[in-house]
């Protein structure tokens, strides 16, 4: 996660060039990130890096406070999963020289400039997230301190009702047009027939899903990028069809592979081959296989036995029986 604080001149009113970012950048943009962190999803539960832009337009106020706002509804809209909204604000101090002072909500640039205290706070309804304290006198008491946290959270609670009148929680998924990370997860034993030979079996997953990258973690978790979503779904169910154990009695769609004279050779799951032999590609006699199929012909088996060798038989006729009984 990172957040970007940018402070143009012209923001304020000056006219100056951009020479890099200054220590209030560094500084604010480490607080508003601080102030967002607390209620980001984990890398399982959301695999993306997420980053904000805070480009600051106009400043007569709190311009960190307000990018933990923005940044909040932002991250939202873009289907990041925040566990809380979570919004800032400001707390000035006006002390008198006979100890009487105010607190003021939400201070104004002439505010922070003659007064005593900048006390941010940021946080969600369930707690604080981040605080910051800038003082000009020697010191504030505890009471102060308390009281202005229990200021902010009246402040924060009445933002809080604003922001989601707008956007109440994160979107569902993230924009169609963002690329997907989606994760899988294989058992260990069964990496290497993820990979295949040379990396073979993730070359072909990415060829025929048109993903961009597939990564494996030795613990058997599998990342996979792709630029649809469509994509990244297909790449999952080659993977999780890869490790799955072939059911004997369930029906499969099969693309032929290869053609013999004793039957037609399927493949039924990812990685996976059988024999439809040629007694059972029909009720009929069959003399030559290739008048009823053919290499890269599609139709569905039915898988009837796995033998002691581990060879997986496949019935072309027995599938067409049971699809028409159960239709």
Known sequence: FMLHYNFPAFSVGEARGSRGPGRREIGHGA?????????????????YTVRIVSEILESNGSSSMASVCAG??????????????????????????????????????????????????????????????????????????????????????????????????????VSEFAPRIVTTQVPQEKIGEVIGPGGKMIKRIQEETQCVSIDIDDDGKVAISAMSKESAQAAIDFVDGLVASPEVGKIYDAKVVKVMNFGAFCEFMPGKQGLVHVSELSDEFVKDVTTVVNVGDQFKVKLVEVDKMKRMNLSKKQAETSVAASE
């Open 72 to 173: 909040c509804l932002a991250a939202m809209a873009a289907g990041v999963p925040l566990k809380n909204p979570v919004a800032g604000i400001s707390i000035g101090l006006v002390m008198g020289d006979n100890g009487d002072y105010r607190l003021l909500n939400d201070i104004m640039g002439l505010e922070d400039h003659h007064g005593d205290m900048d006390y941010k706070i940021a946080g969600s309804r369930k707690g604080i997230t981040a605080i910051q304290l800038d003082i000009k006198i020697k010191g504030v008491s505890f009471d102060i301190l308390a009281e202005g946290i229990n200021q902010a959270l009246e402040a924060r609670i009445q933002i809080l009702d604003n922001m989601e009148a707008t956007i109440e929680k994160p979107c569902d998924d």
């Open 31 to 47: 607080l508003a990130a601080k102030s967002i962190s607390g209620v980001l999803p984990t890398k399982e539960e959301f695999p």
